[in-house]
DNA sequence: TAGTGGTCTAGACCACAGG
DNA sequence: CTGTGGTCTAGACCACTAA
């Protein structure tokens, strides 16, 4: 019986064994890329049933070590690049290169960039955006939408959204690619001359929809990131909404002390 | 069977529940601190067995809509106050006034603070602190290790540390109050000017100890925010590494636009 | 003690992937 | 087709909590 095991150390079966296969994932025996042994052998080998060994591979699931995929097995987490995302990525000089930050980024690691874009269009401003750019809830804007791959795996979803005001006057906006320096660089062009940048991070669990377009195993966490970009006459030109796989990032930034 | 209900709508019969619970919760027919059905209800009302009843709770715990209690029942998860870390809470007069920057913030938000001193003393470096504060691992540091509370709740843990050398100069450091403005008003009260502050962000799953010390759900992420605080000189004197609920904190960054 | 959530079983059927 | 993970059941026993 179960209540035996748990006497004899005190924590339940599926924990023992969801601590053994992690100590083989850690140690090697179980290297990345590889496939866990099936429900059925695990069931054989420990002497449980299979609403316990999932429960165990469930742990593992969250604990980032395994990912399972219906009909063909779990398999060891290979532990993807992680990308740096400092606070200095917006300055000037870099936009002259004609390089996108995240491609610089990525590329300067030694990883293939790619991006998709999934919408460019207009949109009816949510309430959220709304309230950072200052306009009424349900107003036009335009939405960028694209989805960012490092080495072929999606890393990063982000929307930037701009008032259709500034957004009709700056062609090169409504193009799946704004052009060298992003467009932060075409606003610039445009008269919009950028004083700062405000983000909010914040962390949660992925969505149902996060999850899939991001290849995320269920419960995993992602770093929602908002960006506004403020003029130096105050205005908030642009909004990005920033979508991230946890486990793929570290953010960096900078804080001047000050009086 | 639940594979007919399954036809019927074409998701799992544990989600559905889930979600009938979670539109519950979401229109306030289930109130914040209010019990949720037992496993017995709900198994009758929906004519499922526990097992399913129990994936259901699983989900809605995961999401932070409810926690779950031993021998007690499952509740409704009151909102938890959300404290805003604005970059500029490290400003000179705001020390000046006397006050730590988590008073000011979380009695500000309307809600009472609190602070234990878990330790306060010596501590070997550890490999990433060592790193960070360009010393050699295994150095001798000043460790200074606390858990805040905002209304009684446990949100964040925190542990600065400390050069030795730099540290027993400033007698106050040794001490479980440093006294008003905190470790950094008398850092530059002993000649340590503050420049900056460097900020690094991760997002996580919580650890098993974590989850105890801040009373979390299985499963529910963190923030890991790691601060070093460098002096004029361009010297680290002071590493703060802090594991935060995700859900109670959001982070504003201000990123000043440069060339 | 009664009621609650936590663990576990033995067996069933389903949906998916690959040979 | 076989083997895999995903869902579900009916029933059992345990551990915790509160009356």
Redesign the pocket.
Known sequence: ???E???HSG??????IADDLADQIRSGVLAPGV???????VMGR??????????A??ELRTAGLVE???????YVRSLPPVRRKSSDRFRRSHRKAGKAAYLVETEGAGHTPGVHVLYVGPMDAPTDIADHLGVAEGSKLLARRRRYFVDGVPTEEATSYLPWSIAEAVPELLRDNPGGGGIYARLEEHGHHLAEYVETVRARLATKQETTALQLSPGAPVIHLVRAAVTDEGNVVEVCDTVMAADRFVLDYRIPACD
Request: charged share 25%.
């Open positions: 019986m179960g209540s095991a748990l006497r924590k339940p079966r599926y924990l023992q496939k866990v042994p099936s429900e059925s052998e420990y002497g449980v049933s299979q609403g316990t060994v999932r429960k591979v469930a399972t995929h219906h009909g063909r097995g779990s």
